[in-house]
């Protein structure tokens, strides 16, 4: 079974596949400049989109996220807020609602109207606008969208481990499981968690051979590869609701608790130097060899009916200022790369001594499918450890 893991080719994708930032910081500009011209000819209304036309004297709306990013987006939306009136004289509440990525999509899917949706990774907007298809609308709600902050998937755990048994990824942690290795694995549960979403498309993109965008519905029909995903899972010792619950509880418990565990790069970053203190050895990240996905906190602003036109504008220059050097500097002390490339990466936080790499020089994914997520839930139960 290992030839199942072997992949006839890699396929790097460019990190930005949709957006240019260019274009972007373009188009945020455009937007500026009409506003400018529009406040000189009308006058200035009432609350909200006012029914003369006039300009509105505050703006609401809803930005509906998820945990990961929750103390950097509170730490610089009270600047925002002071930024957007002193730039436009408008007064301007962002409702910050705060929950996981398949609660989000659930949310909206059950009536929820928020202006902003950001899951934690792009692997949701497929399975948002099939879902919203699947109610009898003939577009998708979440056309475009533009990544926040990213923070790539790795495979997290103790150095004299990886050393000892030579891991460089997910064909490895197979074949420990084959050789009868113990050794304690984790993740968090796929259908809590986007974390463990991306673990399992991962161990799956390993069995299939293949990158995520290409999985097919009846990939997941074969047993060979649920056998290989069964057999990684079958050294599982917990499936915790997030990413962080695994990051704490190694540096808390130590090698002795679990050797290794697939996680965001942010919780390596936010728990390295805490298990050294504790047990005299770091946390380090493997960057699986085949690929990984970036968990890159897409910013989509809702092609939906109730987001007004001057919420769409106060909501991209939200955008434009969580892209600001000086708040993207701010998401790297919360452990993230930036998602704006004229940000230069932060060399002291982003190191060896800090567990991670600089340079990220593994093949990074696209997305897949709505349907073959939704048949990926589906098939979970038959591949997790039926024990934890």
């Not at 103390?71 to 002071?82: A, M, N, S, Y």
């Not at 879902?131 to 926040?148: M, N, V």
């Not at 009868?180 to 993109?205: I, R, T």
């Not at 728990?271 to 890159?296: H, M, Q």
Request: with cysteine.
């Amino acid at each position: 079974m290992k030839e199942l893991g072997q992949r006839s080719r890699r396929r790097r994708l460019r990190l930005f596949p949709r957006q240019g930032y260019v274009l972007l910081l373009v188009g945020i500009l455009v937007g500026f400049l009409v506003f400018t011209v529009v406040s000189w000819i009308f006058p200035r209304g009432g609350p909200g989109d006012s029914a003369d036309g006039g300009l509105p004297t505050s703006i609401e709306f809803e930005f509906l996220y998820t945990s990961e990013k929750q103390g950097w987006i509170e730490e610089v939306t009270p600047d925002f807020e002071q930024w957007f009136f002193e730039e436009f004289n408008i007064t301007v509440s962002v409702n910050l609602v705060v929950t996981g990525s398949h609660d989000t999509v659930n949310l909206i899917l059950w009536g929820r109207q928020p202006a902003v949706w950001s899951p934690a990774s792009n692997l949701w907007i497929p399975y948002l606008n099939q879902k919203w298809q699947q109610l009898g609308h003939d577009e998708g709600i979440a056309a475009d969208w533009t990544p926040l902050v990213l923070s790539p998937v790795v495979i997290a755990g103790w150095p004299s481990f990886f050393q000892e048994h030579n891991v460089s990824g997910f064909s490895d942690l197979y074949q420990l499981a084959v050789d009868d290795v113990d050794y304690k694995y984790g993740h968090p549960d796929p259908l809590l968690s986007n974390g463990g979403v991306m673990a399992v498309v991962l161990e799956f993109a390993e069995a299939f051979g293949k990158s995520p965008d290409e999985f097919a519905v009846d990939d997941f029909l074969k047993e060979p590869p649920l056998a290989f995903v069964r057999e990684i899972e079958s050294k599982a010792v917990n499936y915790g609701k997030s990413t962080g619950f695994f990051g704490r509880w190694a540096a808390e418990e130590g090698p002795s608790e679990i050797d290794c565990f697939t996680v965001y790069e942010s919780v390596v970053l936010d728990n390295s130097l805490k298990a050294k203190e504790r047990w005299g050895e770091s946390l380090v990240a493997v960057y699986p060899e085949d690929g990984t996905l970036f968990s890159d906190h897409p910013y989509v602003i809702l092609d939906a009916p109730w987001v007004d036109k001057w919420q769409q504008f106060a909501a991209s220059q939200y955008l434009f200022y969580l892209l600001q050097e000086e708040n993207q500097d701010k998401a790297q002390l919360h452990g993230f790369r930036p998602a704006n490339p004229s940000v230069p990466l932060n060399k002291e936080i982003f190191s060896e001594q800090s567990g991670v790499e600089y340079e990220i020089r593994v093949p990074l994914y696209k997305p897949l499918s709505g349907e073959a997520m939704e048949t990926l839930f589906t098939v979970w139960p038959y591949v997790k450890n039926p024990g934890v």
